[in-house]
């Protein structure tokens, strides 16, 4: 081979290998379901902060507002729609308060588990210039119109410091059943995650997103007190985090972002290391515009139907007089 030709070769080496080095555009990938994207909530049914979202059945969306902290039980109005429950006290939501019955804590993330609803919280807004990162549990069945803290876990001291708004935004949990059949790594026992290493901890680990960093964390919450322990540290693909959520049908756990991202996700499985890790980058549906979405829950698998299953956002800014957005995603 003369020069020529090994200068010619060198330099079809060096493209191919540019070419396969993705850009942040070429990684982020078309949103795997519909393109549109319709008004879930009837004009002006909300106000602004609207936040987390958790489907606890087919039938009831629960949502929290994060200023005042108030959990909303949403039920269906149509198709793809939703409305407040009217029944049990829920027709203005309930607010929250901690475990003594004081403060107004900054509800952003929520998910129902069969140990309860669980809120996470960056403040607490009758103090709203000191972080306080906390995870608060609370019993949906009481009949009053407000709801104490059944327990409540203070995270602030075991995560980076961060400003009082950049905190806990995002909450999801994952079951034990699914973790153990994966083989999920425990950080903290160096070791395969052991569900009886953690006495008294549910049914499953509580998986909470840092605005601030993009980074999740899963803890294993002791349920009969305040005591927890961190069991992972998860990089979520992203610069920041506004929700967590488990689609337990496709093993994945969807972290997302709001307008600072630009609507984007990310999904993540655990790999054979273990770990959850990033699977795939995905963009806003096309029909939605670049929207300030906290929340996002995707509908139970029995509810698929034409192959689709309905997904939620919710808009903290409550654009256009709407809070709740409503698309799809195809079936697992």
Known sequence: MNAKTRFAAALSVVAV???????????????????????ADSSNAFTENM???????????????????????LVPNGVGKWRKDTTGGWGSGKDLHYADGSGDPDAEGVVASPDGIFVSTERDG????????KVLRYDASSTGSSLDATAEWD???????????DGLEAISWVPDSFLTANGFYDEKAKAKYDP?????????????????????YAYALNQSGDKFTRVATIKSGASQIMELTFEAEAGRLWAVCDNGCSGRSTTLKINSDGKFAVTATY??????????????????????????????????????????????????
């Open 155 to 165: 995270l602030t001291g075991d995560l980076p410091e961060v400003g009082d708004n």
């Open 283 to 332: 963009n806003r549906p096309s029909g939605m515009s670049n929207l300030n979405n906290e929340g996002f829950a995707i509908a139970p698998q029995s509810t698929c139907s034409g192959g689709s299953k309905s997904v939620v956002w919710s808009d903290d800014g409550n654009t256009s007089g709407h809070a709740l957005r409503s698309g799809t995603l195809p079936c697992a």
């Open 51 to 73: 936040s987390g979202l958790s489907f606890g059945s087919p039938s009831v969306l629960w949502a929290v507002r994060n200023g005042p902290g108030t959990l909303y039980r």
């Open 196 to 216: 009886a290493k953690y006495a008294n901890h549910g049914t499953g680990l509580y998986f909470v997103g840092l605005e601030a960093n993009g980074t999740i």
């Open 17 to 39: 290998a540019l070419s396969t080095v993705p850009s942040a555009e070429a990684a982020t990938l078309k949103w795997p379901g519909g393109s549109s994207v319709i008004n």
């Open 126 to 133: 009758d103090n709203d210039s000191e972080s306080l990162l």
